[in-house]
């Protein structure tokens, strides 16, 4: 039987750089992943191909769109599907081998199969086929992720009702979409398949889109995707469906309580994610979960067992793939004896429709709750010349700040390349910046990045230079 320090079940973003910043501290350290490739629902069917999808959609949406304003004119334009999904297919292939790549560089031992706890030390895995093998560790790290979340009604049946699995893989343009759900998956998904022709139907059980983000988000969001064909329903709950032949027809009802229907060809379900923790043998070790299926953890992501540790989706949270990495190197460097530290409130949250949307920190209505007396600053993107000049004239940078002492409290935006936008606040917030100090930095003119000075100096004192 293999011996090890630090075996991690799970190769997704936060099970596969656990498994590198151990070996980089000079564990010895196995990677159990039951699929054949590496790289979790991230890579494989998540974030990797959705965003392959969502760049291809959207060059592909300017070209019908939007390059005549810029004096490009084309004729003949078609979308070869078949290729955009190979494009993705490959980038996906390359993703995943790279990870297999940091595998054998940092001398990581990987076993494919299904791994399970037989005792607090021992790991069976079982292979496809009935074989199975059993390795030793000290410490274990579960890192299993999550899978998409159901209805009790509306079981998927992976091709006509389906998930963000399917739904990066469909081999047609839907005519119709349905997407129950109007969070940052269905949203993102949803924007692929209308940029490509698709009617595409939100239906949100929520008064609004994004519902755990800031209000003000949800709003210019909305309008922003209205204005690109979107159909939306608030406040509707889906009380049914059939499935028949070609065809999903669902039956709902608006917070009046009066009933809706709606046919499509495709419904998407993106009612959010449930965590991976079926088939370990958790009872086998004492390792708890909740009646969710989430694992119970400390300040040091230990379970019940001190020597077995959890992170990702699977502790519950934010389920996000950067803050899956973050815990995997704390995990790492707590096992090796130092003390690692996560602001939670500074994890950065992103929507990759167009325009992005991304935050960090507090929303309006979280310090309304808490009491804390705060001052907000605002700036359009239209205000900005590289916004005009490229044509992303839609939303806008709200900075929060506190009203005595003037440190950032949250920043929230809807913009041209907001994702990347946001780290310069979530690094003013690590270092308890003021709105003054980002209002008083050189930004390089002309960028899109100007907005968050201007939006800050709104904060500070109300007078933005460009406004």
Same mark, same amino acid.
């Given at each position: 039987?293999?011996?090890?320090?630090?075996?991690?079940?799970?190769?997704?973003?936060?099970?596969?750089?656990?498994?590198?910043?151990?070996?980089?501290?000079?564990?010895?350290?196995?990677?159990?992943?039951?699929?054949?490739?590496?790289?979790?629902?991230?890579?494989?069917?998540?974030?990797?191909?959705?965003?392959?999808?969502?760049?291809?959609?959207?060059?592909?949406?300017?070209?019908?769109?939007?390059?005549?304003?810029?004096?490009?004119?084309?004729?003949?334009?078609?979308?070869?599907?078949?290729?955009?999904?190979?494009?993705?297919?490959?980038?996906?292939?390359?993703?995943?081998?790279?990870?297999?790549?940091?595998?054998?560089?940092?001398?990581?031992?990987?076993?494919?199969?299904?791994?399970?706890?037989?005792?607090?030390?021992?790991?069976?895995?079982?292979?496809?086929?009935?074989?199975?093998?059993?390795?030793?560790?000290?410490?274990?790290?579960?890192?299993?992720?999550?899978?998409?979340?159901?209805?009790?009604?509306?079981?998927?049946?992976?091709?006509?009702?389906?998930?963000?699995?399917?739904?990066?893989?469909?081999?047609?343009?839907?005519?119709?979409?349905?997407?129950?759900?109007?969070?940052?998956?269905?949203?993102?998904?949803?924007?692929?398949?209308?940029?490509?022709?698709?009617? *595409?139907? $939100?239906? %949100?059980?929520? &008064?609004?889109?994004? !519902?755990?983000? #800031?209000?003000? +988000?949800?709003?210019?969001?909305?309008?922003?995707?209205?204005?690109?064909?979107?159909?939306?329903?608030?406040?509707?709950?889906?009380?049914?469906?059939?499935?028949?032949?070609?065809?999903?027809?669902?039956?709902?009802?608006?917070?009046?309580?009066?009933?809706?229907?709606?046919?499509?060809?495709?419904?998407?379900?993106?009612?959010?994610?449930?965590?991976?923790?079926?088939?370990?043998?958790?009872?086998?070790?004492?390792?708890?979960?909740?009646?969710?299926?989430?694992?119970?953890?400390?300040?040091?992501?230990?379970?019940?067992?001190?020597?077995?540790?959890?992170?990702?989706?699977?502790?519950?949270?934010?389920?996000?793939?950067?803050?899956?990495?973050?815990?995997? *190197?704390? $995990?790492? %460097?707590?096992? &090796?004896?130092?003390? !690692?530290?996560? #602001?939670?409130? +500074?994890?950065?949250?992103?929507?990759?429709?167009?325009?992005?949307?991304?935050?960090?920190?507090?929303?309006?209505?979280?310090?309304?709750?808490?009491?804390?007396?705060?001052?907000?600053?605002?700036?359009?993107?239209?205000?900005?010349?590289?916004?005009?000049?490229?044509?992303?004239?839609?939303?806008?940078?709200?900075?929060?700040?506190?009203?005595?002492?003037?440190?950032?409290?949250?920043?929230?935006?809807?913009?041209?390349?907001?994702?990347?936008?946001?780290?310069?606040?979530?690094?003013?917030?690590?270092?308890?910046?003021?709105?003054?100090?980002?209002?008083?930095?050189?930004?390089?003119?002309?960028?899109?990045?100007?907005?968050?000075?201007?939006?800050?100096?709104?904060?500070?004192?109300?007078?933005?230079?460009?406004?």
């Amino acid at each position: 039987m293999n011996t090890y320090d630090v075996s991690v079940i799970g190769s997704g973003p936060g099970g596969y750089i656990a498994a590198i910043r151990c070996a980089q501290l000079g564990k010895k350290v196995a990677i159990v992943e039951r699929y054949p490739t590496l790289g979790g629902t991230c890579l494989n069917v998540g974030c990797i191909p959705s965003k392959a999808l969502l760049d291809s959609s959207e060059h592909y949406y300017n070209a019908e769109k939007n390059c005549k304003t810029h004096g490009i004119e084309l004729t003949g334009l078609r979308c070869n599907f078949k290729s955009m999904r190979k494009r993705k297919d490959k980038l996906v292939s390359q993703t995943t081998d790279g990870v297999r790549y940091l595998m054998d560089k940092n001398g990581i031992d990987v076993y494919t199969g299904w791994g399970s706890f037989r005792d607090a030390t021992q790991l069976q895995i079982k292979k496809e086929g009935g074989d199975s093998v059993e390795i030793q560790s000290a410490k274990t790290i579960i890192a299993t992720g999550s899978k998409p979340g159901t209805l009790p009604f509306l079981p998927l049946d992976k091709k006509r009702v389906i998930s963000s699995t399917e739904a990066l893989d469909l081999k047609e343009i839907p005519e119709h979409l349905l997407v129950i759900g109007g969070g940052a998956i269905g949203l993102e998904l949803g924007s692929v398949y209308r940029r490509l022709g698709s009617q *595409v139907t $939100v239906i %949100e059980y929520a &008064d609004r889109i994004i !519902p755990t983000m #800031d209000a003000a +988000l949800s709003k210019e969001l909305m309008k922003c995707l209205k204005k690109r064909g979107f159909a939306f329903e608030l406040s509707t709950q889906v009380t049914g469906a059939t499935v028949q032949d070609d065809k999903v027809s669902l039956e709902a009802k608006d917070k009046k309580g009066k009933s809706l229907s709606f046919t499509a060809d495709y419904c998407l379900l993106a009612v959010g994610r449930k965590p991976y923790t079926e088939g370990l043998g958790l009872e086998r070790v004492g390792v708890q979960t909740d009646d969710r299926g989430f694992i119970g953890v400390d300040e040091h992501w230990q379970t019940q067992r001190e020597n077995i540790y959890a992170i990702g989706d699977v502790t519950g949270g934010a389920m996000l793939a950067h803050k899956a990495e973050e815990e995997g *190197v704390a $995990v790492a %460097e707590h096992i &090796d004896g130092q003390k !690692p530290h996560i #602001d939670y409130n +500074l994890i950065p949250h992103v929507v990759y429709t167009w325009p992005e949307v991304a935050a960090v920190g507090q929303t309006e209505s979280q310090l309304e709750e808490a009491g804390i007396a705060y001052k907000s600053g605002e700036f359009p993107m239209r205000a900005l010349g590289r916004a005009r000049a490229s044509g992303d004239v839609d939303g806008a940078i709200k900075v929060l700040a506190d009203e005595k002492t003037d440190e950032v409290l949250g920043v929230h935006m809807v913009g041209a390349r907001a994702a990347d936008l946001i780290v310069e606040a979530v690094v003013a917030m690590e270092f308890r910046a003021s709105a003054e100090d980002i209002g008083r930095i050189c930004h390089p003119h002309p960028t899109y990045s100007e907005a968050v000075k201007e939006a800050a100096l709104d904060a500070f004192n109300g007078r933005p230079l460009n406004r």
